[in-house]
């Protein structure tokens, strides 16, 4: 009865200081990214301080989730030392409840938090991603200052036996229309015979709709061409299954892009790293928890040791670093997905969990 009562004052605690952790750390997000976003963009035609106001609400909840395991690890802690400085965790030990009992509503806490972040903060943050990328590339056309997209290959096509790479800075519509395109022709050697520089680059139903565009041709002066079409065999499915940003996708949607991707032959590599990263986020939070409960639970009258603080602080750090770390190692596809996103939070786990152990029951 008393551990039953003592878990639910602990859990409304830790949450208590997670809501209030969260509701700063987004303001915080919001007005920093506010005054950069005003920075960049405040000079493009269509910006407003409204339209500002909602990009960047729109943003907010991506970065956030960034944040979520470092902030967990500061809930936890700061949690466990204030029970510890009023005596709590004393009275509650004396009353001869473990730390396993009474880390538990806090693992809880810590779990619950994930699977939130999973399911209702990533869709909103993808959602918000693709609207506002979709945003300021509307206000960069307007002011004809197209940026250059970081997530745009080179796509190749051999359509009708010419072979034809195109390039492009930004693109809109999940991919069916390029800007600032570049295309290059090929002769049967590998010889460029051709280069075409268009404003847009359109994806029809078996062509490309090139607008305002320049031909230029080895040996010959340029010419220029208000607008041409360009074979093709490449389906708009196919390029907004390889465009896809993973930060874009929902949580939800992660497993059908990955199969549809397949289907087309696309690497899916990055996309399923991103669903384990996800689907590990609420493990991964426990094992946050777990660190912080190793530096904090042991009484000091005055304050908790300085040192012992700090080195909860940069333990949790380095597993945050080393998770996105081998996130991006899972993305590139030098270790498998699975391997690389799973293996650091078990261990860490695992480790949090052999500490306490060795703290608490020698």
């Known amino acids: 009865m008393i551990a039953n009562t003592l878990s639910r004052y602990f859990f409304r605690r830790y949450v208590s200081t997670a809501g209030w952790f969260f509701l700063g750390v987004c303001g915080i997000i919001f007005l920093a990214d506010f005054s950069e976003t005003s920075r960049r963009l405040s000079g493009l035609e269509g910006y407003s301080v409204p339209a500002a106001l909602l990009f960047t609400a729109m943003r907010t909840p991506l970065i956030f989730q960034q944040t979520i395991p470092t902030l967990t690890l500061f809930v936890g802690m700061t949690s466990l030392i204030a029970l510890n400085r009023r005596y709590e965790l004393v009275v509650t030990r004396a009353a001869g409840i473990s730390v396993w009992q009474f880390i538990t509503p806090f693992a809880a806490g810590a779990l619950l938090i994930g699977l939130f972040a999973m399911l209702v903060v990533n869709p909103v943050a993808a959602w918000g991603q693709r609207e506002s990328l979709s945003m300021e590339a509307s206000w960069r056309e307007a002011s004809g200052r197209a940026r250059k997209s970081e997530f745009l290959p080179w796509i190749r096509q051999i359509s009708g036996g010419k072979d034809t790479i195109i390039g492009a800075k930004s693109y809109r519509e999940d991919g069916a229309e390029l800007l600032d395109a570049v295309i290059f022709h090929f002769d049967e050697d590998g010889r460029v015979t051709l280069r075409q520089d268009a404003a847009t680059a359109k994806l029809e139903d078996g062509y490309w709709m090139l607008t305002d565009v320049q031909e230029i041709r080895p040996g010959e002066i340029p010419s220029h061409v208000e607008s041409t079409r360009l074979s093709t065999n490449l389906r708009q ?4 299954e390889s465009l896809s940003q993973p930060e874009t996708v929902a949580f939800y949607d992660l497993l059908r892009k990955i199969d549809v991707g397949r289907s087309f032959g696309i690497s899916t590599k990055a996309l399923e790293t991103q669903f384990h990263s996800l689907l590990s986020l609420p493990v991964l939070l426990v094992a946050m928890t777990l660190i912080a409960a190793t530096v904090s639970l042991k009484f000091s009258r005055f304050a908790q040791s300085r040192s012992v603080i700090l080195g909860g602080i940069v333990s949790g750090f380095v597993l945050y670093v080393v998770t996105v770390l081998v996130k991006a190692f899972g993305s590139s596809g030098a270790v498998p997905p699975f391997v690389a996103v799973w293996v650091p939070v078990i ?16």
Not at 237 to 240: E, Q, R
């Open 237 to 240: 499915d196919y390029l907004k």
């Open 347 to 362: 261990v860490a786990t695992a480790l949090g969990a052999t500490i306490l152990l060795h703290q608490e029951d020698g």
